[in-house]
């Protein structure tokens, strides 16, 4: 037990020295960096919402530079092709057609892949993220390569404009772990931005706090933590109140929710519950883990009834209202 909390108290100190280097790049978001980090330390895909000019790509590249990791970024166009991302056959060399047919790997083949404006891609360019996020392979040509480990995608979405975008399926949304708004910062946070990035790219200079090796290592130490069974049961019970016609769902969500979140759903609040709880220096998950990770694994994954919609109503508010009724359930 003292080994396992050593462990515990090495990494959660790596995590706050990662977290307080980006924090001092990308000003006035640490809500924001905090639960980026508790995704991908859960080995987790992430969909950023926001407005544009708001820091969403430089927070990747200052993200990739502290960990150590390749970047790969890809701008999505409605022109942009499958092969523009997952890579393609090229002719080089001599010899029989078969013999000189090359694979020549895409942005895809990095670390960490930046996804710029996901939905401004076309239904099959999405498509060809499908296989590359769950199995972390691309097949071409019946032929599978694998991608590097560890592999992550950020995509990021402006969610005011509808022309020229391709809203992204379920089926793919489910793929992303976490789901984070990036929020308007207030008026202290733009005026120390104006001496953090006016004159330089602070992120260009960071250096490099881990490596992959201790990454890894952080992440098979968030696998440590314990989950209690009456923790894992919370869990359980929260994904089926998503659910409208399961015997957990509140009247809120038999109300309004056409469908709920997936099993897939439970893995990610779990996942990302155990690394929060590294964060807080805990070797096991509390009910305030599993509420503090629910909004942002969860938002993406539930379908409202088209009445609901009209209303006005968002996930987010009946995710909030069913997570109320949630704790004071569990409460103590």
Not at 57 to 68: M, N, P, Q, V, Y
Request: aromatic share 4%; glycine share 8%; net charge negative.
């Amino acid at each position: 037990m003292n080994d396992l909390n050593t462990k515990l108290e090495n990494a959660a100190g790596d995590l706050a020295q990662l977290q307080a280097v980006l924090g001092d790049v990308i000003v006035g978001q640490e809500k924001l960096i905090n639960e980026l980090l508790i995704a991908i330390f859960a080995g987790g895909h992430v969909l950023l919402e926001g407005l544009p000019g708001l820091g969403k790509t430089h927070l990747a590249k200052a993200l990739a530079a502290s960990l150590g990791v390749r970047l790969g970024r890809v701008q999505c166009t409605p022109d942009l092709l499958p092969a523009d991302i997952t890579g393609s056959e090229i002719l080089r060399g001599s010899g029989t057609l078969a013999d000189s047919m090359q694979f020549r790997p895409g942005p895809i083949f990095a670390n960490l892949v930046l996804i710029d404006e996901i939905n401004r891609a076309t239904p099959r360019t999405q498509s060809a993220l499908l296989e590359a996020m769950q199995e972390r392979q691309v097949t071409y040509g019946g032929q599978h390569h694998a991608l590097p480990e560890p592999f992550w995608v950020i995509a990021t979405q402006n969610p005011i404009e509808l022309e020229g975008t391709f809203p992204l399926p379920e089926a793919q949304l489910d793929r992303f772990l976490f789901k984070l708004s990036v929020p308007y910062p207030g008026a202290e946070s733009l005026n120390r931005l104006l001496d953090v990035s006016l004159d330089r790219e602070p992120a260009d200079r960071l250096s490099e706090l881990l490596d992959v090796e201790r990454i890894n290592e952080i992440r098979a130490i968030s696998r440590e933590v314990l989950l209690a069974e009456p923790v894992r049961k919370s869990a359980v019970s929260l994904v089926l109140s998503t659910q409208p016609d399961s015997g957990h769902a509140t009247g809120v969500a038999r109300e309004h929710i056409r469908y709920g979140a997936s099993p897939r759903a439970l893995q990610a609040i779990v996942r990302a519950a155990r690394v929060r709880a590294l964060f807080e220096r805990r070797a096991h998950v509390s009910h305030e883990d599993l509420a503090a990770v629910a909004l942002p694994a969860l938002r993406h994954r539930i379908l409202l009834r088209t009445s609901s919609e009209l209303d006005g109503l968002t996930a987010g508010s009946i995710l909030r209202d069913i997570l109320t009724g949630w704790q004071q359930a569990h409460a103590g």
